[in-house]
């Protein structure tokens, strides 16, 4: 008769339930990233740190890769959930404000959990496009991002002619960048006035004031968009 142990996959059973072994090792390695970095990641090292044997884990996950491709879309869902609740907590009926919400959730989300954005930003850490639940969850955010630009422009609040693959791509670079900045400690030369979790809320809603002024301006004045071109 063969034991759970004898399996190898509940070796531990502090870190190891029977149908959790890939949360398990998961965790193990969100674990090994916040102790010793992304290069220490190994297989072996996660099944060891989840306490199964060295071969449990290859049914699920054949590489390293594969694994930090798992922690990458933990990171996906719980980014998703942190934008919903952002924008749940404004006013939708405002395309504008909802559209700042999923930045701000973006942004409070990325701050709380560095290990978790480290790897899910690093596309040489990962296989993006290998992932359908990558794809398809980053995809289904641009499409919100439009969708609420788009519906603001029909209120007369953005430019008929607003480009919004750019537009969305400035935005997204934005935030992006902000939160790179505020993990990577650079606040205290550029901003140190302020906690970085609140400065970076200042700085996206400056960014959207600024980009609703300057979309609507440059329809008002068409000769301030041609010098520009």
Known sequence: MTSPTDSGEAANPKRYHHGNLVEALIAATVEIIEERGAE???????AKRAGVSPGAPFRHFRSKSALLTAVAEQAMNRLTEAVADAQSKVDSADP??????IGQGYLEWA???PTHFQIISSRTLIDFDASDSLRDQ???????MIALLTQAQQQGRLAPDTDFDHLVLAARA????????????????WHPSEPPSLAVRKALRLFISQMTNSQTQSHEHPEVASRDR
């Not at 220490?40 to 996660?46: D, I, L, N, P, T």
């Not at 980053?138 to 919100?144: D, I, Q, S, T």
């Not at 934005?174 to 790179?180: D, I, K, N, T």
């Open 111 to 113: 701050i709380s959990n």
């Open 40 to 46: 220490h990641v190994s297989v072996r090292e996660a």
């Open 138 to 144: 980053n995809e289904a955010v641009r499409r919100k």
């Open 174 to 189: 934005f935030v992006y960048g902000l939160a790179r900045m505020a993990i990577d400690g650079h606040f205290p030369e």
């Open 96 to 101: 504008i404000v909802a559209f700042e919400a």
